[in-house]
């Protein structure tokens, strides 16, 4: 990539720098005046290991900087502002450069992001966009995942287990449409279709197939995660530990109950799973695949007991999924028991490129 | 790179965790109380563009810290803590993953760097290293690039300009080991050779050559910069306007006034070039190559007339190669005059895969 190519990008990427502390971005470093605690995460994106090289860039730049801000929410935080750092293949055409920012740029703007420094390099190699987050903790404090204590019960919020799973098999053609449509009520999928397929982009239609809303709502939760940034209140105003599920329910709920040095059990009906979700299973498909293949990105939190009636008027209208779903004990490790009460047997493991946050 | 892998550079780089705000890697984010100013600096290096496949990875690691903490002395402060975030080829040998580890365990005892956290990814492309570094201001501000004021002097310190380029031009065959030596008092470099031959590593010789420590000391500035601390004190003391010279000094002299709407003009023969530097020109090198060559981190700054002696004061011993090159005036960009005046005649441009910082 040329000179005069990143002056376009750093064209597009100066209106971001909205905070002071960013010096314009003419500056090797911002200077922040920051008080009281400050979360900072970082998480980087791998074209190959996190994303398709097909993925749209959009949605690339989208989850660049949504599996930081999911770290913030579950945290209690509301973001402050972010490093880029943006290593481009020299292969990619130019204007995807563009588009690349102006995704950036509508996630900063959602988010109340300020850009505040980066770096930027061309490579041979693949696409990878790392970000790091600032964020200030709504509450008084920021909730580790160590915090949780035997007693509490054990909550998710922020949307689905499995579904963004289910997304990544159909995109990548390990798992077929007919798959999804088992059990499903094809009159009202294909009226569903039929009134959503005009507005829906080409990156969302499975090649050969008729358009279906269903089979593109799961993709787009894989290609970007869709976050709920009140849970962030939530885990400020009640959560003992809290982490967001980013590698699969059961590894991320196995290093709470690690971390915490206590035992999780999760009943596995009160996992809050799509309907799309709950049919694949019905139908014979494997529920151990949805609470491990990752990329979830919602919170996983431990709370009181008498906090209850307090966390569900969080969420009046159903819409952030919050879903109590079994308690901390004494002891190690995870158990996910059914509606007998009998334990799954579930193998060691989980998503595991990535090393601590 | 499996999971297990991954345990084993987590344990390595726990250790290195001992600010209480890094939770010990345990949890998804760092939370810091921090107070005052706060610095933060960005900077990746990627494999094929910032370093040799086949640069030693002791080295590697050495330059993405260093590439970080030349920005923060730049600014006139103190590390505090960093993120790392490696992206590490599936191809390279796990046993380099120790030696990368124990590099950066040296770099961060040296710097006084508290591992804050970070991300790891394996990949099938190049090795990528990147880091985020926050730090302390020494004095009550940061000098910006953007504040040096018509009248004052300009100053580098911290090191050679062009040596680091030499090193890079020998590793790569593109100088010769006789280029080197016109005009070298050859009896007096051997006898260094072989004083040094012993305790020398490797890397630092050309295959099929005899060892040489001049070359061996050019090569090891490319490899990693050696950066002066010390100098943080003079820019907090006394500076302007400061950055850092890392894409070349014309480059970063043209950021400098740019960002100060000022000019530059700078003395060719006050710049502080190596012996082996020197004896190159003399013999046909150009000069413009030596200052546009990148890799020297080492800091460029402005201060007022009457603090020459103050700033002085700070290199008794000559050791930080403390240099007055020039003055800030009127106008708009970079001129470069020889001893008797006359400007040297320029290109545009500099060493560009970077943007901004």
Redesign the interface.
């Known amino acids: 990539m040329?000179?005069d190519e990143?002056d376009v990008?750093?064209g597009l990427f100066a209106p971001l720098a909205t905070h002071p502390g960013a010096?314009g971005?003419?500056?090797?470093?911002?200077?922040?005046?920051?008080?009281?605690?400050?979360?900072?995460?970082?998480?980087?994106i791998?074209?190959?290991?996190?994303f398709l090289p097909e993925d749209p860039i959009a949605t690339v730049a989208m989850k660049a900087v949504r599996v930081n801000v999911s770290?913030?929410i579950?945290?209690g935080?509301r973001p402050i502002g972010a490093?880029l750092?943006?290593?481009w293949p020299n292969a990619r055409p130019a204007e995807e450069l563009r588009y690349f920012a102006d995704a950036i740029a509508g996630e900063f703007e959602s988010f109340s992001i300020a850009l505040?420094?980066?770096?930027?390099?061309?490579?041979?190699?693949?696409l990878?966009v790392?970000v790091?987050l600032l964020?200030a903790?709504l509450g008084g404090r920021?909730p580790?995942?160590?915090d949780a204590k035997v007693g509490e019960d054990v909550w998710l919020a922020g949307g689905d287990i499995g579904s963004a799973w289910m997304g990544l098999q159909l995109r990548k053609g390990a798992m077929s449409l007919e798959e999804l449509k088992r059990e499903r009520d094809e009159a009202a999928a294909q009226a569903e279709s039929a009134a959503l397929e005009k507005e829906m982009p080409d990156f969302l239609r499975l090649p050969g197939q008729p358009f279906d809303a269903e089979a593109a709502w799961l993709m787009s939760l894989y290609l970007a995660p869709m976050l709920r940034t009140e849970c962030a209140g939530i885990v400020a105003a009640v959560a003992g530990a809290s982490?967001?599920v980013s590698d699969g329910l059961l590894a991320d709920a196995r290093k709470l109950a690690q971390?915490s040095n206590v035992a999780l059990r999760i009943e596995a009906n009160a996992i809050p799973f799509s309907p799309p979700a709950l049919r694949w299973m019905f139908s014979g498909g494997d529920v151990r695949k949805l609470i491990s293949g990752g990329d979830d990105y919602v919170v996983l939190f431990t709370a009181a007991p008498e906090r209850r009636e307090t966390i569900q008027s969080f969420d009046a209208d159903g819409s952030l999924r919050l879903s109590r779903i079994g308690q901390v004990l004494a002891g190690e490790g995870v158990t996910i028991v059914d509606r007998a009460g009998a334990p799954l047997p579930l193998d060691e493991?989980g998503y595991?490129?990535?090393?601590?946050?």
Request: aromatic content about 2%.
């Open positions: 040329g000179a990143f990008i750093r010096r971005l003419k500056d090797d470093a911002a200077v922040l005046e920051l008080s009281g605690a400050t979360v900072i995460t970082t998480d980087a791998v074209e190959g290991v996190h770290d913030l579950a945290k935080a490093f750092t943006l290593i505040l420094g980066g770096d930027t390099t061309s490579t041979d190699g693949p990878t790392s790091t964020g903790p920021a580790s995942r160590a982490m967001d971390a493991g595991a490129h990535k090393l601590g946050r």
